[in-house]
């Protein structure tokens, strides 16, 4: 069983696309050049939505359950705030494309989109870049 919202991450590598809500043909990892700016735009705001404790702790938490997902009802304890606080955390992983969403009667579960967790990780993949030659002490 998957313990960690890292070791989900771990286990869905190498998937070429960027986060968008359609797919895009492969583009070069950052690191290895080549970025557009609207390339580099499209990434920031998901590393944004990925830049606060709580929103890591949820995508957690719904990575761990069942099935990978959660109802909104579910997730306000483990985090620890309340429902309106826990409903904008989710909007925002969810307009950065981190999440899906079904209405299911009075309540939403989300799941992770993983395709755009495996794009960030693409992303950043040091895959293919040389690594820096070291200057000789004298």
């Known amino acids: 069983m998957i313990s960690t919202f890292f070791d989900v991450i771990a286990a869905h ?16 990892p950052v690191l290895q050049g080549g970025l557009r700016k609207s390339d580099a735009e499209e ?10 404790p709580a929103r890591l702790q949820l995508l ?11 109802c909104v009802c ?14 904008h955390h989710l909007k925002l992983l969810h307009a950065a494309g981190l999440l ?9 579960w989300y799941r992770i989109r993983r395709d755009r967790l495996d794009a ?6 040091t895959a ?6 070291r200057a000789k002490r004298a």
Do not use: N
Not at 60 to 70: L, N, Y
């Open 74 to 87: 579910h997730l306000i304890e483990p985090v620890g705030l309340s429902q309106p606080t826990v409903s």
């Open 43 to 52: 990434l920031a705001a998901a590393f944004k939505a990925l830049a606060d």
């Open 60 to 70: 957690s938490f719904i990575a761990t359950q069942p099935d990978a997902e959660a």
């Open 120 to 125: 960030l990780r693409a992303a950043l993949s």
């Open 13 to 28: 590598i190498e998937i070429c696309q960027y986060v968008v809500m359609t797919p895009t043909p492969c583009r070069p």
């Open 100 to 108: 899906e969403r079904d209405k299911r009667g009075a309540w939403v």
């Open 128 to 133: 293919g870049v040389p690594a820096p030659r």
